[in-house]
């Protein structure tokens, strides 16, 4: 709020907002450029416009980064009239975007458009559930359907262009963008990446329904040090080709039109100037056409990470190493052509870099129609119609995973007394989540409106304690209660009461995101006070957990017998938790990142290495193997897991040899007397191996909803591409010998057959 307000002051005080007009939206007006093809165009072009097209500039209603010194209105007013702009962010709206585009069709030289690019993370005015919550799923049409709603709004509201999806595998909890991507595996985040891109894009990049994509941050920005936003990166050969690159290769391979760098260095060099990853691996070997842009400010940080001695050889590095946009810092347009002057720069780098970037506005249909999204018409019927508002409360229900459900606390009875405790009850803004900036505040379904609709359940709501002491906002730093204990005495009489409590707990959606890392895992504030108070008197408790991370549920695990993992859920979040617990939904969703025992684990993943010494020694009381002498090694909930209100069982596990790889069938058995969904999945071990093999990895899923009693025999096939891995130095390797397989309903709990892996030599 403060800072639109001083963006508007600044607009209205620099005296040029009276001067744009803002045109009626009803009739289209087509393009007065005259087109005839990027490649003349180029050739129009000169050096000031080519690298006009570089630049990006943050709109003046939004900020999602520092807003900077240099960057004032007036002086972006005056540089788009000039055709020194090629893109903007967080313009949105019809009415907006139209009229800034406006600008650049109609008052520079060659009237070039525009790209308009948001950060429509998940959803863009109707808000799905988080990625990381997406991601339990493992549901690829779902995740492809809730990005192409997100397309729908996003593009009804004039944008062709959103920075997602945020691909980075992360193994730390403590890292608040661990909500934005798909968790720590790089098979179940590939898969992901894929669907994502093929949702938001759609099969034509022209449809005014959809919007082209943008793989970030590339590469390795999940791997901060000690999970601290924007923190130093170290990564070896292996990490970096077996597990950070494979989501962006999948983005690749889905034809994502657009990458973004990031803001973290990577074994000492920033990679927003890391040429081997975007030059070499990005547009070389992997064949990448589309264009790169940077990270807010990327571009200057290199001067301030002691890569660049100033601003002009950090644009320097910047271009040689790949990057063709310069998003908010300021350096493209204030150097290259020094550069190119100078004779640093080869006038082909700028060429290429305006080239990638005209050629995405010529996909995009931007030179026939320079205002095809711009139909005010189509933005009000798409938003948030009907058919996006029930997507997204399926998406939504999708997202939950049971963690435990002792006693068959879930589904709850009818007829029963029911307090539901806690400071996210009620709260319609934190399930929004963290990059909801289309968002309405407060446009959540709370829980207690999605539970007051079942009227045979006698409920009480109560707050019980709060957990925010301000307002929040994206830009802020969200201030939580640590002192007022107002609600707690009065939870815990009614908690005497009744015959069952929910509490609602977790972090705000506002803890987990962007410049959003955390030391503790635990509930903040005074939450697990309340927890306490409220057990000691009623122990009958279904925890629901809201979080945008994994959190250590240690206390609760142990003391509460059934707990959900709601995550932020987005504008049905209500709606979807009481069909769950009500029973009128069977949850099915599995963990895309292990849940630790003390944030002591951390970095933890299911997919690590063996040590030399991993299995406890004879005698207990000797020392001599990897552990820790205060906590046991694994996840209080690893990666893979999720339980149903059916049992389902796993048999006959068999596996046979195909000319490089293996057949693998299981049967699958719903137990349990109600109809459910199972996801299966298939992990193996290459067991000796010239680079050392992770001691699971995913390799294939699969889900089947089973009813009760029905069986299916489940098969997978592996193959020269599941069954190999990168070395250090990015070479590809397919070794014979011998495999551990395992299937089963999560990382831990699988059956294991071993097989050899030999190639027969087809040649006749
Ligand atoms: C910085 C974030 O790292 C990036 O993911 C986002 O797209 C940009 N800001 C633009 O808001």
Known sequence: MILVSVAIACIVSCGTANKIDIIENKVLVPSPIKYDGVESLLKRMTLDEKIGQMNQYSG????????????????????????????????????????????????????????????????????????????????????????????????????????????????????????????EDPYLGSKIAEARVKG?????????????????HFAGYGFAEGG??????????????????????????????????????MNGIPVTGHAKLQRKILKGHWEYDGMIVSDWGSIGEMKVHG????????????????????????????????????????????????????????????????YKYCDVEREARVIGSNEIIL????????????????????????????????????????????WRIAGKDNSAISVEEGLSKYKAVDWTFLQGVQLTTEPTHFVLETKINENNRTGILEAVAKAKEVDQVIMVLGEHGYQSGEARSRTKLNFPG?????????????????????????????WADEHIPTIVQAWQLGTESGNALAEIIMGEYNPSGKLPMSFPRSVGQMPLYYNCKSTGRPTQEENPDVVFWSHYIDEENSALYPFGHGESFTTFTYNDLKVSNTSSGFIVTIQLTNTGNMAGEEITQLYIRDISASITRPIKELKGFEKNMLQPDESKIITFTLTDKELGFYDNEGNYHVEDGMFDIMVGGSSEKVLKATAERITVDMTP
């Not at 938001?200 to 970030?216: E, H, Y």
């Not at 290259?336 to 002057?341: F, G, M, N, P, R």
């Not at 700028?350 to 506005?361: S, Y």
């Open 200 to 216: 938001l894009q759609g099969d034509n990049l022209s449809d005014p329904l959809t919007i082209a994509a943008c793989a970030k």
């Open 60 to 183: 003046f209603w939004n900020a999602t980064g520092p807003t900077p010194k240099d960057g004032d209105a007036a002086q972006k007013y005056k540089n788009l009239k000039s055709g020194l702009v090629g893109s903007m962010l967080n313009v949105r709206g019809v009415e907006q975007v139209r009229k800034i585009q406006k600008i650049a069709v109609e008052e520079t030289r060659l009237g070039i458009p525009l790209i308009f690019g948001f950060d429509v993370i998940h959803g863009y005015s109707t808000i799905s559930p988080i990625p990381l919550a997406e991601s339990a799923s493992w549901d690829m049409d779902a995740i492809k359907l809730s990005s192409k709603i997100a397309a729908m709004e996003a593009a009804a509201s004039g944008l062709n262009w959103t920075f997602a999806p945020m691909v980075d595998i992360s193994r730390d909890a403590r890292w608040g963008r661990v909500m934005e991507g798909a968790g």
């Open 307 to 370: 890569y660049a001695a100033n601003e002009k050889d950090a644009g320097l590095k910047a271009i040689l190493a790949g990057s063709d946009m310069d998003m908010e810092s300021y350096v493209y347009e204030k150097y290259l052509k020094t550069l190119v002057e100078e004779g640093k720069v080869d006038v082909e780098l700028i060429d290429d870099a305006a080239r990638r970037i005209l050629n995405l506005k010529h996909e995009l249909g931007l030179f026939e129609d320079p």
């Open 526 to 554: 005074l939450q697990q006070e309340l927890l306490e108070a409220v057990h000691a008197v009623n122990p009958n408790i279904i925890l629901i957990v809201m979080s945008g991370r994994p959190l250590d549920l240690s």
């Open 228 to 265: 601290r936003e924007y923190n130093t990166t170290v990564i070896s050969g292996d990490i970096l080709h077996n597990i950070v690159l494979p989501p962006f290769k999948a983005c690749v391979d889905a034809g994502v039109a657009t990458f973004m760098n990031g803001f973290n260095q």
């Open 391 to 434: 997507a997204t409360r399926n998406m939504a229900r999708k997202s939950v995973v049971l963690l435990k459900n002792k006693n068959r606390g879930l589904p709850i009875k009818a007829n029963k007394s029911v307090a539901v405790i806690g400071p996210l009850v009620s709260d319609k803004n934190s399930p929004l989540g963290s």
